[in-house]
């Protein structure tokens, strides 16, 4: 009896850290102070492009799409889907990336399907098969399209005025998020991305950067 006394005890003490721990970073979070592009006297750019005719420009409704994104909050799972689409409530980080462009009616699946297509031996990944159903959610391809077909731009996070909300950030090949218009303390923007974390909005653009580099920055032409 003194021992199982002692591992509920014990169970006890490690669930009430735990559950400290997770309010202390939930609180962390939820209060860390954010800044805007006004703050560093950074103009934010505005599209001339209105491509679903919605009365809001094209990089803001890229914005608005990821943000939607981001408080969905969908269950991070990497599948393949007949079709090509996974459903609403399912994604993986380049899912964030077609939603928010279909938000500023953009179709990003037909548009990477059709440049394969015409091009397919730019496509390392697709290996001379193109697949539908899967090319356009990997972030290899994406890069490979994003760099035939929209604006490449600076990856140095220094250049804090050429970081832009809509924006389209890569890291190496392996994941992809879209700007956000929050900044930390330093300019530098937040990432709107999906790995399956809390918080889809976040200051980690630096420390990605650091760790998986900077592999592409994009903006929609």
């Not at 800044?35 to 103009?43: K, M, S, V």
């Not at 990477?112 to 297509?117: A, L, P, S, T």
């Not at 899967?134 to 996070?157: A, E, G, H, P, W």
């Amino acid at each position: 009896m003194k021992i199982l006394k002692k591992i509920l005890i014990t169970f006890i003490i490690l669930f009430l850290i735990l559950g400290i721990t997770i309010a202390c970073y939930i609180l962390y979070k939820t209060n860390k102070k954010s800044y805007t592009a006004e703050d560093f006297g950074i103009e934010t750019l505005i599209s001339k492009t209105d491509y679903d005719n919605d009365g809001i420009d094209d990089y803001t409704d890229i914005l608005q799409g990821a943000k939607i994104e981001a408080k969905n909050k969908p269950k991070y799972k990497s599948a393949y889907y007949a079709g090509g689409y996974p459903p609403e409530g399912e994604g993986v980080c380049t899912d964030v990336i077609w939603r928010a462009l279909k938000n500023a009616g953009y179709l990003l699946k037909d548009m990477v399907d059709e440049d394969i297509k015409n091009n397919v031996s730019e496509y390392p990944r697709v290996n001379g098969k193109p697949d539908p159903n899967i090319d356009f959610r990997r972030v290899s391809n994406l890069k490979v399209y994003f760099d035939r077909n929209q604006i490449s731009l600076t990856t140095d996070l220094s250049q804090i005025a050429e970081w832009q909300p809509g924006d389209i950030v890569t890291f190496g090949t392996t994941h992809i998020g879209i700007i956000s218009d929050k900044r930390n303390s330093k300019g530098i923007p937040y990432l709107i991305h999906n790995t399956g974390q809390p918080f889809r909005e976040e200051d980690v653009l630096e420390l990605y950067g650091k760790n998986e580099q900077i592999s592409g920055h994009y903006r929609m032409k």
